[in-house]
């Protein structure tokens, strides 16, 4: 069974950092497109990052420079790490499988506030 | 970038009325172009990919059509439990986005 399961969430100060982990069964990582979604509060969903099959990796205008996705191929597992943080990055973040986003997690809530 | 703009923004149904939800790309992204449903406290789910191809274990009456730029949902007699809000997602080139949503309410 596929399954996608986010952690390292939390309340961070504006300026700070944390890392976003995206633990997945059932398939393998490596061989497939997988993106971060975020959605802040009582709005809409935004894309965040794609991470290729090839390892190439592209980032929303609002988070490049500061977000940079990455993946371990020995932990099944894709991370986020977000630098920088802003009051707008307050969001509930998700890891999603493939261009159809097929298979997503239950996200993290991230809050950036002092 | 393309933008996707979708109408309307909100919709208030009764059960068995049919619903279509048009969502309407800023350049031609042939048929890269995905539907999902989320409910209030859920994590969105796939519901039409490419345009117009079905998914294993959703309802048959939801169905999409489109190519280009105009694309539509079509949700043929409304249930209950359709009430959500509705994105379209193009992922023909990066940065990939969505639609701002369609909030379906049931009278």
């Known amino acids: 069974e596929v399954q996608l399961v986010e952690s390292g969430g939390g309340l961070i100060q504006p300026g700070g950092s944390l890392r976003l982990s995206c633990a997945a069964s059932?398939?393998?990582?490596?061989?497939?497109?997988m993106s971060w979604v975020r959605q802040a509060p009582g709005k809409g969903l935004e894309w965040v990052s794609v991470?290729?099959?090839?390892?190439?990796?592209y980032y929303a205008d609002s988070v490049k420079g500061r977000f940079t996705i990455s993946r371990d191929n020995s932990k099944n597992t894709l991370y986020l790490q977000m630098n920088s943080l802003r009051a707008e990055d307050t969001a509930v973040y998700y890891c999603?499988?493939?261009?159809?986003?097929?298979?997503w997690g239950q996200g993290t809530l991230v809050t950036v506030s002092s | 970038e393309i933008v996707l703009t979708q109408s309307p923004d909100f919709q208030s149904v009764t059960p068995k009325e049919k619903v279509t939800i048009t969502c309407r790309a800023s350049?031609?992204?042939?048929?890269?172009l995905h539907w999902y449903q989320q409910k209030a406290d859920q994590s969105p789910k796939l519901l039409i990919k490419?345009?117009?191809q079905s998914i294993s274990g959703v309802p048959s009456r939801f169905s999409g059509s489109g190519s280009g730029t105009d694309f539509t949902l079509t949700i043929s007699s409304l249930e209950a439990e359709d009430a959500a809000a509705y994105y379209c997602?193009?992922?023909?080139?990066?940065?990939?986005?969505f639609g701002p949503g369609t909030k379906v309410d049931i009278k």
């Open positions: 999603a499988r493939n261009w159809a986003f097929d298979y």
């Open positions: 059932g398939f393998t990582v490596s061989s497939n497109y």
């Open positions: 997602h193009q992922s023909s080139s990066s940065p990939f986005t």
């Open positions: 350049q031609s992204i042939g048929t890269s």
């Open positions: 991470i290729y099959i090839n390892g190439n990796t």
């Open positions: 490419y345009a117009s």
